[in-house]
């Protein structure tokens, strides 16, 4: 086993995961195995009970493990499922460790920082590692060197470094190199001091991969190379990119894919980033364009929404169209605070989120989709309002409403899971993970999966009341998606609609560059669709116009 542990310096939020996601990519292009750890230093055990305006998407893993939202980013450039295993955060670290020592584990020892916490941590690495049946383990190390609660991490892998040995160890630094307006010029000096921090700890980077607006120029790599002892062939040049996906081409053409499999003394079995390359260019040429409102609740942070956003990206590669975002936020729409919000959108996509707030907006949104007969796709609460409004409005059960947002609605067509109904904590108790999913034959669901039985990812209390699934179906939104029990309602569509899905489950979160999620693809596809009925229309009722005005002046 080999390993690249990933660390950052200078300021958060310089892409370490995008550039954990790209080395991963780079070894794997060669044949190898990889599979990549994310480090949060948090307290918090997971992911799953913090507010996405603070941390960004909960990321949901097939096992059902909430975690940071760069797994999402490994699995889609690594085509690789992971576990909760692969998220270590200091809460599971504590929370083991404390088990551990009131079993007895420890029995007549002081239990201390070190060894203990940083052999917790050091293990859970390995353990990964090692049932993972890769070549490479990437690690990224969250936070930034000189916070206090990164120390027992960076001194966990400091000693991984001492027990594995050098050759199959390596460590990289991101750090920012910063351009002053005054002066022009690029700065190495952040950089100097981030990587004295490191190496004053025991950590020696062998290599530097410096974030900047432009690329870095020949003399401002020397000087890093010079400053903090590495080979200038190690010092790699992030520049902001067109997109993410572009990433890995960048660093592979500044050599470091040789770099890393010399360093590593590994043996490659294969070279070719063709079809990353393939999928990149399908990106940029694409040159038609559709517009998809997303209506969401933490729109001003597009972190929240992450995999949706690349999940659009993946469908307009394939079908060789731009998806260009509208950011809607819900809240805005019910306050009447965004004047024609709905104009000039080719299809909707209504996300999921917690909490009333908003809600109204995304029934006003579903409304206005199924009445003219736009493009729609409703995910997990977005499933749930689109329920809600067709309820309301076609049903004629006037205040049909989910019981989370008003427990005394008369028809409370969205409800609680029965399992729910005893649970006290909040962390990991909601329905989560990969379920199984039975797709009815000759529906839109089933020919865009190309299967009748697929297994989707879940994150929610509520579902559909079975009470009123009946009436639902007699007025027109079919079920064609349940669970194996029959009870819980999983896809519906919408009758006499050119494309009006709802999914209880999350499709973004399967999404990959080369096999876009199926309903994504539907919902572009109609967009699409819709487009070029909507320009054929404008364009007789243009031709209508001049035909009319011609006459008039003869």
Known sequence: ???????????????????????????????????????DPYLNCDAGTMNPYQHGEVFVLDDGGEVDLDLGNYERFLDKNLTSDNNITTGKVYRSVINKERRGDYLGKTVQIIPHITNEIRMGIEEVAQNSDADVCVVELGGTVGDIESAPFLEAVRQLHHIVGHDRLMFAHVTLVPVLSVVGEQKTKPTQHSVKELRAIGIHPDLIFGRSQFPMGQDTKEKIALFCDVPVEAVISVPDAPSIYHVPLMLEEQGLKDYLIERLDLQANGDSLADWRKFVQRIDRAKNEVNIALIGKYTHLKDSYISHIEALIHTGALLNVKVKIKWLEAEDIEEGKVKKPFEDLHGILVPGGFGWRGSEGKIMAAKHAREK?????????GFQMATAEFSRNVVGLAEAN????????????????????????MGGT?????HQVLVDKGSKTSHLYKSTE????????YEVNPDYIDRLEEAGMK??????DKIRM????????????????????KSRPNRPAPLFVGLVSAAIDYKKAKDRKAKRSGKKAKGKKAKKKK
């Open 454 to 461: 697929i297994y989707e990812r879940h994150r929610h209390r």
């Open 373 to 381: 007969g736009l493009p729609f796709l409703g995910i997990c609460l």
């Open 402 to 425: 989910s019981s989370e947002f008003n427990p005394r609605t008369p028809h409370p067509v969205i409800d609680l899971l029965p399992e729910q109904k005893t649970t006290t904590d």
């Open 479 to 484: 079920f064609v998606g349940r669970a194996p």
């Open 1 to 39: 086993m080999r390993y690249v542990i990933v660390t950052g310096g200078v300021l958060s939020g310089l892409g370490k995961g995008i550039i954990t996601s790209s080395l991963g990519r780079l070894i794997k292009c060669c044949g190898l195995e990889v599979t990549a750890i994310k480090i």
């Open 490 to 509: 999983e896809v519906f569509e919408l009758e006499g609609h050119p494309y009006f899905i709802g999914c209880q489950f999350h499709p973004e979160l």
């Open 430 to 434: 909601l329905r989560l993970g990969a």
